[in-house]
């Protein structure tokens, strides 16, 4: 029996690949075959991960809201390569807090890189892909599905890039590029436990219900993304249960309003009581693309 992988020859493209689910889905896609080429913020972070790859690949800074940036890397990963065939849009930022009280700057940056830095990074490689008939995988989010407080810029980002990804489909899909959507609950990452960090947003999830409040290992959810990369998905589950909330998404802003005025009156005293609101970009990679951006690189 032949071992050989869906994989093998194919040139991959991952964003956001200096950590967390980029950083592993591009060591899997490579082990599966794939020539993987890393674009991110972190140069010394993206170096590590190409390193460790576990066949052809290289790395190339670029920040995704940035249209020339990463026009030009889709141009030296073909020259490079000779072809993309996968690009997963991964990169990707969160800030929480009440809206009333965010800081514009970070509510803002986040629906630059999670919605605009997808799209941007879609114009640019889209060329590419249509050559070689490919795929493009949205990296969205239990947040597509449903709202939540304290997270609304994370949610509209994500919701804004499912139905990005499901308007690209419908476009391209007759000129033999195929394009899907993976979602991902709160899955082991340096953003997820950078977000725990602040004790009311922790809180607030620990109260959510079943299984939705959990925090899901890396390695099963990129294995999931991995296989419907493999089998060029139009909707990859990266926990099990997310496929069944696509069935009862369409009562879950009522019900999310009603139980989130409840939860955000439980909370409010402990908003309120916060010398300062929450300010920046969670985890380490938001620290990336704020650090990134003051020093004129983004």
Known sequence: ????????????????????????????????????ALVGLEPEELKRVAASLH??????????????????????????????????????????????????????????????????????????????????????????ITPAPLMSAYCASKSGVEAFAHSLRAEVGYRGVRVGVGYLSWTDTDMVRGADEDEVLRDLRARLPWPSNRTYPLGP?????????????????GQWWLRGMQSVRGYLPALIGTVGQREMRHFAPRLEARSAPRTGLVGAGGTADERARGNGNG
């Open 55 to 144: 066949g052809p690949g290289a790395h190339w800074y670029a920040d995704v809201t940035d249209h020339a940036a990463m026009s030009r890397v889709a141009s030296e990963v073909k020259d490079r390569f000779g072809k993309v065939d996968i690009v997963v849009a991964n990169a990707g930022v969160a800030a929480g807090g009440p809206f009333a009280d965010s800081d514009a700057q970070s509510w803002n940056r986040v629906i630059e890189v999670n919605l605009i830095g997808s799209a941007t990074t879609a114009r640019a490689f889209l060329p590419v892909l249509l050559e070689s008939r490919g795929y493009l995988l949205q990296i969205a989010s239990l947040a597509a």
């Open 221 to 237: 959810a990129v294995d999931r993304l991995v296989a419907g990369i493999e089998r060029r998905s139009a909707h990859v589950y």
């Open 1 to 36: 029996m032949s071992t050989r992988s869906s994989l093998d020859g194919q040139v991959a493209v991952v964003t956001g690949a200096a950590r967390g689910v980029g950083e592993l889905l591009a060591r899997k896609l490579s082990a599966r075959g794939a020539t993987v």
